[in-house]
């Protein structure tokens, strides 16, 4: 578990990387990553819940998407 606090303290301090994974994570989810094969009712309603937890909204979204 150290390690894992670890992680999410460096990820915090580096916020471009947190932007990064956000983008990455929410692709995950809305494409169906294999990983998480889901319907794509859930993953509607997985895109929204995480959005929502992250505070993002889809212009948010939109801006980190062309910072990379």
């Not at 990983?35 to 979204?61: E, W």
Request: no cysteine; hydrophobic share 35%.
């Amino acid at each position: 578990m150290r390690f894992h606090s670890q992680a999410m303290q460096s990820m915090e301090s580096d916020e471009s990387t947190k932007a990064n994974l956000t983008v990455q994570m929410y692709n995950d989810i809305t494409n169906g990553n294999p990983l998480t094969a889901i319907n794509k009712h859930t993953q509607k309603y997985l895109a929204k819940k995480f959005l929502s937890v992250n505070k993002m909204t889809p212009r948010k979204m939109a801006l980190l998407r062309l910072g990379n």
